[in-house]
């Protein structure tokens, strides 16, 4: 708790413009979070916090320089992303309900009805 504040403070540019969470705690495989922007709480499962930290894994391996030189694009760093994401699991032995849940929310982050869709456009 103490380390997540002292980075918010200390280091804004690693801070989430879209979550302030003051808060943590870990029961039965979810997280609880307080939100201070929205007053409420929230569960997540570790899945849906790997997916969150994952999503754009795959970007600096596809990144593409845009005519603007300060742009770039970030083509299929989706699908690289579930690739990484796959090897990931392997290596910390998740199972595989766990890895499919991670995937299938890094494969379609993109889409309009993904739960990461807001966060993500928000944070660029």
């Not at 201070?36 to 929230?42: A, F, L, T």
Request: charged share 30%.
């Amino acid at each position: 708790m103490k380390m997540a504040k002292d980075i918010m403070e200390n280091y804004p540019e690693y801070s989430s413009p879209t979550l302030v969470c003051t808060e943590w705690s870990y029961e039965g495989g979810l997280f609880l979070f307080y939100d201070e922007e929205e007053d409420k709480q929230h569960l997540v499962t570790h899945s849906d916090v790997a997916a969150a930290l994952l999503h754009d894994v795959g970007k600096p391996f596809v990144a593409m320089p845009k005519k603007d030189p300060r742009r770039k694009t970030y083509v299929k760093h989706d699908l690289l992303g579930v690739d990484i994401v796959r090897k990931y699991a392997a290596h910390l032995k998740w199972s595989k309900g766990r890895e499919e849940a991670v995937v299938d929310l890094v494969l379609n982050h993109m889409r309009e009805d993904s739960p990461l869709r807001e966060a993500d456009l928000k944070a660029h």
